[in-house]
Nanobody, 121 residues
Framework: QVQLVESGGGLVEPGGSLRLSCAASGRIRSIYVMGWYRQAPGKERELVALMTFGGNTDYVDSVKGRFTLSGDNAKKTVSLQMNNLQPEDSAVYYC???????????????WGQGTQVTVSS
């Protein structure tokens, strides 16, 4: 089993910045994807930023130019730097990973417990 531990989040005024971090642990042979989704009240969960290790990083259009995802495959960590935050960015942010514990094993999709980000004056 993979465990994801999140940190960061909180309350910030519009235009402010926050940084979210996530670390994966457990029985992991290879980790392929890590990133963040978010879910606001009454809305579906949406992708915010997702990194394919050794490949691309994808962002939802609404955060391009404001959010930056960085990651370390060896350390199994990702961090999301969020700048110029706006009220519409308020949501619960969930770390997500896709990993295998063995070559022959299926890809395991794992979610963190979620961390609240609130942007308000």
């Amino acid at each position: 089993q993979v465990q994801l531990v999140e940190s960061g989040g909180g309350l910030v005024e519009p235009g402010g910045s926050l940084r979210l971090s996530c670390a994966a642990s457990g029985r992991i042979r290879s980790i392929y994807v890590m990133g963040w989704y978010r879910q606001a009240p009454g809305k579906e969960r949406e992708l915010v930023a997702l990194m394919t290790f050794g490949g691309n990083t994808d962002y939802v259009d609404s955060v391009k130019g404001r959010f930056t995802l960085s990651g370390d495959n060896a350390k199994k960590t990702v961090s999301l730097q969020m700048n110029n935050l706006q009220p519409e960015d308020s949501a619960v942010y969930y770390c997500h990973s896709r990993a295998k514990w063995a070559i022959e094993a299926p890809v395991q999709h794992t979610w963190g417990q979620g961390t609240q980000v609130t942007v308000s004056s």
